[in-house]
Nanobody, 123 residues
Framework: QVQLVESGGGSVQAGGSLRLSCAAS????????LGWFRQAPGKEREFVSA????????YYSDSAKGRFTISRDNAKNTVYLQMNSLKLEDTAVYYC????????????????WGQGTQVTVSS
């Protein structure tokens, strides 16, 4: 089992920045690929970004590309999502997820999920 706890969400004005963190405990953190997903009110959960176990491979959704940066620190068992130039449409609950490699990076079927952290962007 892997337990994931997100933090760093909050309210920010459009154009601002936030850094989300996800702390993991349980099985060996470095064995897992990690992803960030989000779900806005009335919408389905969607992929935002993912990173390989080594941190060498990263993926971004079209909406996140150029504005968000994913990173991980295996020594701290933590994955981050730096979000810059935030837009109103980035408002959502953001989820961290871990996968042992059974699913594609953009899949919604990751093995383990956190409880989510709210990000609200206002004008």
């Amino acid at each position: 089992q892997v337990q994931l706890v997100e933090s760093g969400g909050g309210s920010v004005q459009a154009g601002g920045s936030l850094r989300l963190s996800c702390a993991a405990s349980g099985r060996t953190f470095s064995n897992y690929r990690l992803g960030w997903f989000r779900q806005a009110p009335g919408k389905e959960r969607e992929f935002v970004s993912a990173i390989s176990w080594s941190g060498d491979v990263k993926y971004y959704s079209d909406s996140a590309k150029g504005r968000f940066t994913i990173s991980r620190d295996n020594a701290k068992n933590t994955v981050y999502l730096q979000m810059n130039s935030l837009k109103l449409e980035d408002t959502a609950v953001y989820y961290c997820a871990a996968d042992y490699g059974r699913h594609s990076y953009r899949s919604l079927n990751y093995d383990y999920w956190g409880q989510g952290t709210q990000v609200t962007v206002s004008s």
